[in-house]
């Protein structure tokens, strides 16, 4: 008879720092003001934030899922070779991954980006979250006006 293994439910925030849980619960919420202004085209766009501390780790939502039913224990820490580094059960969106990975590489001074398709700057110059003012990070070159 093989053995069964009970699984413990691990909260996420046990299993990260203080800092990396502060920046989840900031983007979880920072989706849900995007959801609520609507400023979303469903599941399209993608807001991302780095781990504090760390020059290749970022937190990007889970694909596909609403951004208002996006909380800090269901964004998806990945590094720059695009691995996940802590199951959330959930899966990212690879083209999202591409477009964050490739600004976090490019700008090291960049805390966290937001990317909309349908409104482009437009979206970037309204999305601003007070708790991630100081980090928000806007791409000229991010769709159209």
């Known amino acids: 008879m ?6 413990r439910n691990i909260s996420v925030r046990d299993q990260v720092t203080a800092d990396e ?6 983007l979880a919420a920072f989706y849900c003001q ?5 400023m979303t085209d469903l599941v399209l766009g993608h807001l991302s934030a ?3 501390g760390t020059t290749d780790q970022f ?22 070779d695009g691995d996940a ?3 959330v059960g959930f ?14 590489q490019a700008r090291p001074d960049a805390g966290s980006h937001a990317s909309d398709f349908s409104k482009g700057r437009a979206f970037q ?10 980090h928000l990070q806007q791409s000229e070159d991010s769709g159209p006006a």
Request: hydrophobic share 40%; proline share 6%.
């Open 2 to 7: 093989a053995a069964i293994t009970r699984a």
């Open 21 to 26: 849980w502060q920046t989840r619960v900031d």
């Open 34 to 38: 995007v959801a609520h202004h609507g």
């Open 50 to 52: 780095r781990i504090p």
């Open 59 to 80: 937190l990007i939502n889970t694909y596909p899922r609403l951004f208002e039913k996006i909380t800090a224990s269901t964004l998806v820490k990945v590094n720059a």
């Open 85 to 87: 580094l802590l199951d």
């Open 91 to 104: 899966n990212y969106d690879i083209p999202a991954y591409t477009i964050h990975g490739a600004v976090f």
């Open 125 to 134: 110059r309204r999305a601003r979250n007070p708790k991630l003012r100081g």
